[in-house]
């Protein structure tokens, strides 16, 4: 069965410093990989998304993302956190013939000033 | 990209009552589909909205319970009918411009529906 993890329901770091979400997957293939943010009342933002090419991805906001084929994970990252940033993650994988994505749980980022 | 919105943002409703959801996107797009997102849960699929023609439900949700409408590109509706307390959740509307699997998806801001 196809799945994402996301280890981490809860990741708290202090304003300024790295960030790391976690995110790994079980799906057959070479899926496409991508983040969404959700904050409070809103809907799911596009943050990036892996198809080919360099490991390291770069979205929006600052963010990036390192694929690892080998561990199967794509983690999200940013060198220093903002208090803006506290919000839900959300890691889904698509099959590369897949048309459905597979969230993974979510999870909720408390960047501490 | 693709800016989604839908109406209405949030309801109470009683049990054994049906609302319909609306979802309106600013631009011509392939795939929408409809998700639920229980409280303090990740996204569940209820189905893919297909223009012209009947949707397509994912395991565990049906037809009777969930009708869906796609009459053009640009425009969806989900009913959620014969509501229980169960029923309580955010239902979010998305879409893809582009249909093959490595373009992003967009979201609207959600229905948050409270069923008493």
């Known amino acids: 069965a196809q799945s994402v993890a996301q280890p981490e329901d809860q990741v708290n770091v202090a304003e300024g410093n790295p960030l790391t979400v976690k995110c790994t997957y079980s799906?057959?293939?070479?899926?496409?990989l991508f983040w969404y943010v959700q904050y409070p009342n809103r809907g799911l933002q596009f943050l990036l998304k892996?198809?080919?090419?360099?490991?390291l991805v770069k979205g929006s906001y600052g963010f990036e993302a390192e694929f690892n084929k080998s561990q199967t994970s794509f983690h999200l990252k940013k060198p220093s956190a903002l208090v803006s940033d506290s919000a839900l993650y959300f890691c889904?994988?698509?099959?590369?013939?897949?048309?459905?994505?597979?969230f993974g749980p979510g999870t909720r980022l408390s960047v501490l000033p | 990209s693709a800016v989604i919105s839908q109406k209405p943002s949030r309801d109470i409703c009683q049990r054994g009552t049906s609302l319909t959801i609306q979802c309106q996107v600013d631009?011509?797009?392939?795939?929408m589909f409809w998700y639920r997102q229980q409280p303090g849960q990740s996204l569940t699929l209820i189905a893919t909205?297909?223009?012209?023609?009947?949707?397509?439900?994912e395991s565990g949700f049906v037809i009777d319970k969930f009708p869906i409408s796609r009459p053009n590109l640009t425009f969806s509706t989900l009913t959620v009918s014969n509501m229980s307390p169960e029923d309580s959740s955010i239902y979010l509307c998305?879409?893809?411009?582009?249909?093959?699997?490595?373009?992003?998806?967009?979201f609207g801001p959600g229905t948050r529906l409270t069923v008493l």
């Open positions: 998305s879409a893809r411009p582009l249909a093959g699997a490595n373009n992003e998806q967009f």
């Open positions: 799906v057959s293939g070479n899926p496409y």
């Open positions: 892996y198809i080919t090419g360099d490991n």
């Open positions: 889904a994988v698509r099959p590369p013939y897949g048309q459905n994505f597979v």
């Open positions: 631009s011509q797009v392939t795939m």
């Open positions: 909205a297909n223009q012209g023609s009947e949707a397509t439900y």
